[in-house]
Nanobody
Framework: QVQLVDSGGGLVQPGGSLRLSCAAS????????MGWYRQAPGKQRELVAS???????NYADSVKGRFTISRENAKNTVYLQMNSLKPEDTAVYYC???????????????WGQGTQVTVSS
């Protein structure tokens, strides 16, 4: 079994900051990419940011310069530091990880349960 637990969401005023965390646990041999998606009401899920096992990052244009993704490989944890938050950042944020459970198995995406981020005055 593999489990991803994400946390850190909440209500914040425009211009504020939040830090999301997501920890993977269970039978894990290796983790490739990790990252965050978000889904706002009535909209499709979109990629926010991703990070490879080597630390290369990718961001959606809408969050570049405001969000920073990082990871601690020893803890199987990925973080999303969100600064200068805007009302349009309001969404449920989901972490994911591309995990291999054993050396002889292929990798698969696993997902967190989602954490609500609301940006409002």
């Amino acid at each position: 079994q593999v489990q991803l637990v994400d946390s850190g969401g909440g209500l914040v005023q425009p211009g504020g900051s939040l830090r999301l965390s997501c920890a993977a646990s269970g039978y894990i041999f290796s983790i490739n990419d990790m990252g965050w998606y978000r889904q706002a009401p009535g909209k499709q899920r979109e990629l926010v940011a991703s990070i490879t096992s080597g630390g290369s990052t990718n961001y959606a244009d809408s969050v570049k310069g405001r969000f920073t993704i990082s990871r601690e490989n020893a803890k199987n944890t990925v973080y999303l530091q969100m600064n200068s938050l805007k009302p349009e950042d309001t969404a449920v944020y989901y972490c994911y990880a591309d995990i291999r459970r054993a050396s002889w198995l292929g990798s698969h995406d696993y997902w967190g349960q989602g954490t609500q981020v609301t940006v409002s005055s």
